[in-house]
């Protein structure tokens, strides 16, 4: 019996033996493919023009989330407010730099383009601005002043202005008189403020890139014609013009067709073509407290998105993209959030910087 176990034993040691022989013979390892720097799909890396963002200094400054994804995601920055009046100009004999100038090294240090956001508007003009007394004369001064002080301080460090916001209302009208929706631009200075501003712009820095920007274009045929005719003025007067803005508020239900047209309008006249301001909400500007982030609202926000990138990489030939620019980082920087109503999710990123559906819309329209 003893004999049988020890046979048994020194069996299974021998067959130990040879496993073991085999198991130190050299294997070939599986092949591990490092990972491939840029593969990952980012906005900046994937669109072939510049992807940008509107920005606020303060919640660069302090919000690490939302410093990282611009860093990550975007080439290019607005400044959503830093550069209004307001915030550079409170008072006539001064000028705040602080916040731009913030925005602007942020951008320099990181190889970032600046689109400067906005040289005059009519609208969250300063108070003193709004009460300022004066002839036509002491006008233009204001308005020549402002824009050689503010144009020269960046000369050389911010690419592009938009020179004028927003001078068209909806029915296609030059914004005129003292109302909200009036301006006080063509009303004190007639309605060629416009090419004189773009010609101070242009003496403050020769080399920038000026735009008019407005909002609309794609729903009001009238706003559109109006500016199509303004560009047109302005081109045969060789007054500088290099581009136009179509600020894109849309929203879940926006009509491409009126998207396309606007485009494709816009990029027969030659300019550099900015979708400057892009956001898709869902109210349409109406308050409606049952507005939810629903799959359905996510879906169809996601759509629109994937297909203004393909819209405008279809209908604007590659030496006209200047690039498309966000409003706002994430859902709850969004200017709606305060101005219109809390329940809107208009952007590609959530309140955490999070990547939503819209942000995947982004990245097919950019690829397909
Ligand atoms: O997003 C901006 C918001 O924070 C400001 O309170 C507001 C007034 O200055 O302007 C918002 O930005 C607007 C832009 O300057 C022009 N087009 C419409 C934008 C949304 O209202």
């Given at each position: 019996m003893k004999k049988i176990v020890l046979f048994i034993c020194l069996l299974l040691a021998a067959i130990a033996c040879k496993k073991?022989?085999?198991?130190?013979t050299p294997v070939t390892p599986p092949v591990v493919q490092p990972p491939v720097a840029g593969v990952e799909d980012i906005l900046k890396t994937t669109a072939t023009f510049p992807m940008g963002v509107a920005i606020d200094p303060s919640l660069l400054l302090n919000n690490k989330k939302y410093r990282d994804v611009i860093l990550k995601e975007h080439n290019s920055l607005t400044t959503e407010n830093a550069m209004k009046w307001q915030a550079i100009h409170p008072s006539e004999n001064s000028y705040n730099y602080g916040g731009a100038?913030?925005?602007?090294?942020?951008?320099?240090?990181?190889?970032m383009r600046v689109h400067g956001h906005t040289l005059l508007w009519h609208a969250y003009n300063p108070t003193w601005?709004?009460?300022?007394?004066?002839?036509?004369?002491?006008?233009e001064s204001l308005m020549k002043k402002h824009i050689l002080e503010v144009v020269g301080h960046y000369k050389g460090?911010?690419?592009s202005w938009d020179v004028v916001n927003e001078a068209f209302d909806d029915r296609g009208s030059l914004r005129k008189g003292s109302t909200t929706e009036g301006s006080i631009w063509s009303t004190k200075?007639?309605?060629d403020y416009i090419a004189r501003a773009f010609q101070y712009a242009a003496e403050a820095d020769p080399k920038a890139l000026l735009f008019y920007n407005d909002y609309g274009q794609e729903y009001s045929?009238?706003?559109?014609?109006?500016?199509?005719s303004l560009i047109t003025d302005l081109q045969k007067r060789k007054i500088p013009i290099h581009g136009v803005g179509l600020q894109f508020h849309i929203n879940i239900n926006s009509d491409i067709a009126g998207i396309e047209s606007a485009l494709s309008q816009l990029a027969a006249t030659g300019l550099k073509i900015h979708i400057s301001e892009l956001d898709v909400n869902f109210s349409n500007f109406q308050k409606n407290a049952s507005i939810t982030f629903s799959d359905a609202n996510s879906m169809a926000q996601k759509k629109i998105y994937k297909q203004v990138m393909k819209s405008y990489r279809k209908l604007v030939p590659p030496a006209q993209q200047f690039g498309i620019?966000?409003?706002?980082?994430?859902?709850?920087?969004?200017?709606?959030?305060s101005a219109i109503q809390q329940n809107e999710w208009p952007l590609p990123f959530d309140?955490?910087?999070?990547r939503k559906p819209a942000y995947f819309g982004i990245i097919e329209g950019l690829k397909e």
């Open positions: 073991s022989n085999v198991s130190v100038d913030y925005i602007v090294d942020f951008a320099v240090e990181n190889k601005l709004n009460n300022y007394k004066g002839d036509s004369t002491a006008f460090k911010v690419t200075l007639g309605n045929p009238s706003k559109l014609r109006a500016i199509i620019t966000c409003w706002n980082v994430g859902d709850a920087d969004s200017w709606l959030r309140d955490n910087y999070l």
